[in-house]
Nanobody
């Protein structure tokens, strides 16, 4: 079974940093792209960043470019999201998700993901 487990959320002041981790199992990382999404209260879920090991592709939402960095470990079991210069508008539940590699061009679109983690809460205070 596919499993994605997020960790690393918490409370941080504006300008601070957090590092989220997504430990995944149950699929071949060469056949899947892994993405981070977030959903703030009362808002739609939005794509944040995605990575494909085999396609060597990384993409970011415009709102996080230059502040967030997505990476994959050498063992190819964990995808991390380093978040710097956090802002109150980054407050959300952050989810890790996976999609087939042929959907990589749409890796920031929630509806193409076929597996999801349960999320981790990030709160940024002013």
């Amino acid at each position: 079974d596919v499993q994605l487990v997020e960790s690393g959320g918490g409370l941080v002041k504006a300008g601070g940093s957090l590092r989220l981790s997504c430990v995944y199992s149950g699929f071949n990382p060469d056949e899947e792209a892994v993405s981070w999404f977030r959903q703030a209260p009362g808002k739609e879920r939005e794509g944040v960043a995605c990575i494909s090991n085999s396609a060597r592709v990384i993409d970011y939402a415009d709102s996080v470019k230059g502040r967030f960095t997505i990476s994959s470990d050498n063992a190819r079991t964990t995808v991390s999201l380093q978040m710097n210069d956090l802002k109150p508008e980054d407050t959300a539940v952050y989810y890790c998700a996976a999609a087939p590699i042929h959907m990589m061009v749409l890796c920031l679109v929630p509806t193409v993901m076929d597996s999801w983690g349960k999320g981790t809460v990030v709160t940024v205070s002013a």
